[in-house]
Each structure stands twice: as structure tokens, then as C-alpha cells.
């Protein structure tokens, strides 16, 4: 089995700007969860889809959105861009039926703001 | 305030011996832990992980073990090798509670690095 993919790999944007990431779960995978890594925070929960909902939310500002179609690729958008949004974004997809499951993670997206 | 933590950021082995990477956690709700490897430019590799109904579980190399009453577990690699080398990170989750096993609170990790 193909495991999680993202794209791109890296990004560089610009203060203000907008970005749109990019995650294709396993297959048969149904739940996508997004997680942003800095060096000061470590990783952190961004939120989770399953089934094209948003089932689950961090600690983030509102310009962190994200969505998920029907064939369970998910993409992640952030508006406004602020230099602390330089960061390692990595998905992880799960069967999504509920209790002991594991999430496998893809190789992430490092976006650097400038 | 970090939920999780593993207060050793780094641990230094020689190959053969015993790896113990220790991590802490503070939210009683926790039921669900797991460890995870990851090297540089690449995501999170998931290893093993325990329920908090048990208190061992081993995958070959690798047993996690788990103390609730001190909120505490531990991987232990035995043997190391020179390729587990790499950053471990403890993650936990509270689905029991009424939480979610899809958002894992991480520990800031441990740099492993098993010496020739």
C-alpha cells in the first residue's frame, strides 16, 4: 500500500500571502488530521476530518482552515500568512472506525514565510 | 502547559546496549499512548503503542512500558542499533473520556543516538 503523500514538499511564501497544502491519505483511510511542527512548540494538533466533517479542532487561529473530499484527500489552507507560520505541516491519515487506532504520518510540507 | 513531556532531549547509547526513553504526562484523561521515530526531512514512523488497560507491550526490539499511578512510560530498545538513531516522540490521547483518538498530544521528543 501507498502510504500518506503531500504536496508540495516546500514552500516559500510571503507575509500576507495564502497557502494551500495538499494530503492524500492511505487508501481506505478515512481520517486525516493535519499537525503543525516548530523547534519552540514541537508538534501540535491542528485539527481532523473524517468523512468531508471537521470532527476534531486545536488551539489554532482562525486562519487555519482546511477541508476533505469525498475520496478522503484533504487540503489545508492558511490565510494571511505571519512569519511564525514558517513550519513542518505533516498529515496522518487513519482508518477512522474509532478506539487504538494509529495514525501514520506522510513526510510533511515545510513552508518557510518570508 | 505541556501535557507531555519528555524532559531528556537527548540520550547517547552504544550499539548493543539498552535504550530507555522516558516520557511524563499530567492529563489523567490520557488512556491511549504511542511512540513514534522520526528522522530528519521525513514524517513520523508510528512504533509501538499501549492502551492504558495494559502496562507492557512489546514489539520485538521494542517494549513501551506503562505507569499510570506516576503518569509515567518508557521505551525500552534492546538491542540498540546504530540505524534507530533518530528523534522519538511520545504522543498520547483521550478517547474513553469523551475526547478523540485522532489528536495526539505530542512531547517536544528525544534525540537517540546509538554509537558504533
Known amino acids: 500500500k501507498a502510504g500518506v503523500t503531500q504536496t508540495p514538499r516546500y514552500l516559500i511564501k510571503t507575509r500576507g500571502q495564502q497557502v494551500t497544502l495538499s494530503c492524500s491519505p492511505i487508501?481506505?483511510?478515512?481520517?486525516v488530521s493535519w499537525y503543525q511542527q516548530t523547534p519552540g512548540q514541537g508538534l501540535q494538533f491542528l485539527f481532523e476530518?473524517?468523512?468531508?466533517?471537521?470532527?476534531n479542532k486545536g488551539n489554532f487561529p482562525g486562519r487555519f482552515s482546511g477541508r476533505q473530499f469525498s475520496n478522503s484527500r484533504s487540503e489545508m489552507n492558511v490565510s494571511t500568512l505571519e512569519l511564525g507560520d514558517s513550519a513542518l505541516y505533516l498529515c496522518a491519515s487513519s482508518v477512522g472506525s474509532g478506539s487504538g487506532e494509529t495514525q501514520y504520518f506522510g513526510p510533511g510540507t515545510r513552508l518557510l514565510v518570508l | 502547559d505541556q501535557q507531555v513531556k519528555q524532559n531528556s532531549p537527548s540520550l547517547s547509547v552504544q550499539e548493543g546496549r539498552i535504550s530507555i526513553l522516558n516520557c511524563d504526562y499530567t492529563n489523567s484523561m490520557f488512556d491511549y499512548f504511542l511512540w513514534y521515530k522520526k528522522y530528519p526531512a521525513e514524517g513520523p514512523t508510528f512504533l509501538i503503542s499501549i492502551s492504558s488497560i495494559k502496562d507492557k507491550n512489546e514489539d520485538g526490539r521494542f517494549t513501551v512500558f506503562l505507569n499510570k499511578s506516576a503518569k509515567h512510560l518508557s521505551l525500552h530498545i534492546v538491542p540498540s542499533q546504530p540505524g534507530d538513531s533518530a528523534v522519538y516522540f511520545c504522543a498520547a490521547s483521550a478517547l474513553r473520556s469523551g475526547g478523540s483518538n485522532y489528536k495526539l498530544t505530542f512531547g517536544k521528543g528525544t534525540l537517540l543516538t546509538v554509537n558504533p
Open positions: 476530518y473524517f468523512s468531508e466533517t471537521q470532527r
Open positions: 487508501s481506505g483511510h478515512r481520517s
